[in-house]
């Protein structure tokens, strides 16, 4: 049974950091590209970030470029999001989400999600 | 980047009703786009691949349609479990864009 178990999230404050972890069991970890959606209270979804199979390529949304990092370590099975320069817009529940085996950028598995809120 | 701008933003339907929801992608993205189904407090759920593949254990009554810019979802006879919000995706390209949603709401 594939799961993807989030970890990390919690209260900042704005200009602050946080570090988000996925524990990925119950399928090839290595063989598949993994993503990070987020999605506002309330509000619709949005991808956040993506990183390779491999781990050699990242990818990032305009809104995060510069102040997230994304990485994956194949061994651990784990993937991690590093949330640097916080702001009050990044308050959302973080999904981890795995890309299909037959369509590249769709996610057929995704964690419970994680809340991350960003507030003095 | 590729806007998806999906349609409409709720709507009331009766269970047995034939629902229909439309996104259109800013420029042609083929069959690249995904639905996902979304239930209060639960993670998005994928329904449709490749704009018309069912997703496994995905009932029969979900269909997808469209290619190049224009897509849309289907729900054959509308289910008291399908009350929910439902997105579109373009997965042609990474920033992988999201629809803004349709909630479908009990009439």
């Known amino acids: 049974e594939v799961q993807l178990l989030e970890s990390g999230g919690g209260l900042v404050q704005p200009g602050g950091s946080l570090r988000l972890s996925c524990e990925a069991s119950g399928f090839l970890f290595s063989s598949f590209d993994m993503s990070w959606v987020r999605q506002a209270p309330g509000k619709g979804l949005e991808w956040v970030s993506g990183v390779s199979a491999t781990g050699r390529s990242t990818y990032y949304a305009d809104s995060v470029k510069g102040r997230f990092t994304t990485s994956r370590d194949n061994s651990k099975k784990t993937f991690t999001v590093q949330m640097d320069s916080l702001r009050a817009d990044d308050t959302a529940f973080y999904y981890c989400a795995k890309e299909g085996r037959a369509a590249p950028n769709s996610f057929d598995y995704w964690g419970q999600g994680i809340l991350v809120t960003v507030s003095s | ?107």
């Not at chain 2, 709507?11 to 995904?34: E, F, K, M, P």
């Not at chain 2, 919000?85 to 709401?105: A, H, L, N």
Request: net charge positive; with cysteine.
């Open chain 2, 1 to 107: 980047d590729i806007q998806v701008t999906q349609s409409p933003s709720s709507l009331s339907a009766s269970v047995g009703d034939r629902v229909t929801i439309t996104c259109r992608a800013s420029q042609s993205i083929r069959n690249y786009l995904a639905w996902y189904q979304q239930k209060p407090g639960k993670a998005p759920k994928l329904l449709i691949y490749a704009a018309s593949s069912l997703q496994s254990g995905v009932p029969s009554r979900f269909s997808g349609s469209g290619s190049g810019t224009d897509f849309s979802l289907t729900i054959s006879s509308l289910q008291p479990e399908d009350y929910a919000t439902y997105y579109c995706q373009q997965t042609y390209s990474k920033p992988c864009s999201f629809g803004q949603g349709t909630k479908v709401e009990i009439k």
